[in-house]
């Protein structure tokens, strides 16, 4: 999913990545906008929707006539889109084996920098109506569970805390971002989901969060990149270090993620 906050910046990079999608192409260039400034293309885990959207407007404000434009989605479709050639200047993952991907293929520029992590939480309905105490609730199979897919961040997280307490959860659903996960639970189409802590914090009161011991063993990571092809490697780096600097990491701190 394409997500951009500033002057129809969504528009032209859904299309770009759409368009690279299909021919397999990699400009390697640039995008600027039509007043002649420079944008930023980040692409960011579903995770950091909220965060790195004020992080962003902040980046701006800090450097006129910059825009970012912001793609966020399950960090392995990220990843799918950078190997097929979308023009990205950054790439922020919510876990280290999506990053690796890149790393290992030499499609990042410099070793990727951690900046900050973040746990799980059983989402639910305000008021938790089933009274959901815990992680071993969700392997009842009449609480209708969701999970994100294992080789998206989230997923994989669930599994390993499945595994660390020692319990089966069938989801009806396995979606490819976090945020779909949130979703379902918020429209009512789920009882339950298990996500980020900060998505609960960042959705209000459409779903209340349950802690549960087991999340423990399972800390994401998140690292920061920039691309390979960016063709602004000074604005990129700017980026991330704004993200990685005391500024950033208020943001991130405030919306409940941890340091790394």
């Avoid at 995770?47 to 962003?56: E, M, P």
């Amino acid at each position: 999913m394409i997500i951009a906050t500033r002057r129809g910046v969504a528009l032209l990079v859904a299309g770009v990545v759409a368009s690279l999608a299909a021919c397999g192409g990699n400009t390697g260039q640039p995008t600027t906008d039509g007043a002649g400034g420079r944008t930023l293309t980040v692409f960011a885990a579903a995770s950091l929707k909220t965060t790195f959207t004020t992080i962003a407007d902040d980046f701006e404000q800090a450097n006129p006539g910059t825009t970012v434009a912001l793609n966020f989605d399950g960090s392995a479709n990220l990843v799918q889109q950078i190997q097929q050639g979308a023009p990205a200047d950054v790439f922020a993952s919510a876990n280290t084996a999506n990053m690796t991907k890149l790393t290992d293929a030499d499609l990042t520029a410099a070793e990727p920098v951690d900046f900050a992590s973040n746990t799980l939480q059983i989402a639910v309905a305000p008021g938790n109506p089933l009274q959901v105490k815990g992680l071993a609730d969700l392997a009842d199979r009449e609480i209708v569970t969701v999970l994100c897919a294992p080789q998206v961040p989230c997923g994989a997280a669930s599994v390993t805390v499945e595994e660390a307490a020692g319990i089966d959860i069938a989801p009806v659903s396995e979606e490819q971002s976090v945020t779909d996960v949130l979703n379902k639970v918020a429209s009512g189409e789920a009882d339950a989901g298990l996500v980020y802590r900060t998505d609960v914090s960042a959705a209000s009161d459409r779903v209340a969060g349950v802690e549960f011991p087991e999340s423990s063993a399972a800390v994401n990571v998140y690292p920061i990149a920039r691309v390979g092809t960016s063709g602004q490697p000074d604005l990129a780096d700017a980026f991330i270090a704004h993200v990685t600097g005391p500024d950033g990491q208020r943001v991130l701190a405030d919306a409940g993620f941890a340091r790394p």
